[in-house]
């Protein structure tokens, strides 16, 4: 646990959220909505397909689905651009309201740091580097530019925020978590809450949320998960271990309002917890009192044990309201009518789904016939506007964590004669984005629209002074300052699983060649999460955690000539090269720099 002082440094007081609407007082119209539908029409609310699947676009009023998602690269056939999306996610729309009952689409997509799936949208830090901010307001800022960004394209749900509370870095989602800390978690959870639903969800520009991964996505133990090593594993933890660790970010987003909640891959001492009824019917929905509906994650329903039926009656029965079914969605729906007519899925149990899903519709506004379902088109005027780059450039500087610093190194000067600025990363939109960056596990070079490092430093320097670039560090010449940006290649979810996390050896060399040359080195680290930095520690005068900071390169640069002096504070420990496991809490973890350390100017 970490110490108070630790937590008042954790999290900026934040602004008390408006109560909005609870979900439970448009019941009555839900009823009678409810009291008219035909099993058909209720069957299809509780299916999400992802569009790209779809046999046709007329599925979705063929099986009156009541909801879509663009998944990981779930692009538009006509290209991946505002417009493209656009008429996308408004033909089907369309398509929806043509029904007999004209119930519009949720239309859902992992907007986790921006609107992060559309080429041009502000691409915001990811969370583990809004975590060591420590700035619950920001991060609402964030989140509130980032519903808009989404309601420009007519979606409007978010499969966000994730309030993991990673235990292991070797996780790949661990960039994915604001903190290893519940106590930032759950601060800066209901903040993303707070922003993306703002103060109700009728508000044009909210969106509906959805927490996740419920519960205990970030405790698995390492090598007991397949085919990865820790995603999609085993938490092997006592329950008062679960609910102190794992937990926290649910009881306040729930609070906050939230509208949707996402049950997690994993299992909780071996039994998956999207079949688990005292996980997500006794916890979540009765001691929590939550009144949205649960979503399933993608096809991870086919992982509980049995033929699909059985998983269907296991995972509805438990308390899941709708199921994430990227492709078999006519399989889902035949098979789960089969349920509800057999009486293995009580008509109760699909009521009551209905009854969460349908509330969650009437708040937003949706069911309102005088209010179109379609995209708000003139948001596309501040779609990735300078203004909210200008926000994320914020984010940025906030969020940089200087772990060294020494022969006065930082901050750098504006007018020096020659910078050389070297490595990988340094004019890599792509690496400084990380994963779920326009493709679902991300992309090395220029994905979308951003400032690189490099090009952040040209635009801050002195009109005289020279800026070097190289990748391996040659050609610093005469520059008395060489700065290094290095680190992790995009990747997400288990792809990202990785049991060695030294830097790669063209990184390393990179400092090695920059230290030779007898300039300052400053090594800048993009990782999606604490990385060995032991074999460049020493010969950098200086270095700075930069994590993955989206497109706002500016705010590296902000941090390094001073126009920003550094706060961030890291939110997890960065343990030595030396650790004999990287879970949190286990003997054998060394620590590097602790929980909270960050220096400043
Ligand atoms: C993914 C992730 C989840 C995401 C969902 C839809 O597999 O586990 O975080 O929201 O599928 O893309």
Redesign the pocket.
Known sequence: MHSRREFLVACSVAPIAAAAAPLNSFDDQVRRILAGMTLDEKLGQMAQPDQEFLKSPDDVKNYFLGSL?S??DSDPRAGNGLAAWTDMIDGYQKTAIGTRLQIPILY?I?AVHGHNNVIGATIFPHNIGLGATRNAVLVERAARITSEEVRATGANWV?AP?VTVPQDIRWGRTYEGFSESPDVVKVLGEAAVRGLQRESLENPLAVLV?V??FVGDGGTAWGLSKPKMLDQGDTRVDEATLRRVHLPGYETTVKAGAGTI?PS?SSWNGEKVSGSEKLMTGILKNELAFQGFLIS??AAIDQLPGNYKQQITRSINAGMDMV?IPGKYIEFITTLKQCAQDGSVPMARIDDALTRILRTKFAMGLMDAKRSPLADRSLHNSFGSEGHRAVARECVRASLVVLKNENQALPLAKNAAHIHVAGKSADDLGNQCGGWTIRWQGASGRPTDGTTVLEAVQRAVAPKTRVSSSIDGAGVGDAKVAIAVIGEKPYA?GMGDRADLHLAPEDVATVARLKSSGAKVIAVILSGRPVFIEDVLAQADAVVAAWLPGSEGDGVADVLFGKYRPTGKLSFTWPKASSTTLHRGDTGYETLFEFGWGLSY
């Open positions: 998602l998944g990981g859902g992992d499969f994730c959805c996740k991964h996402m891959y994650d993608y994430m979810e």
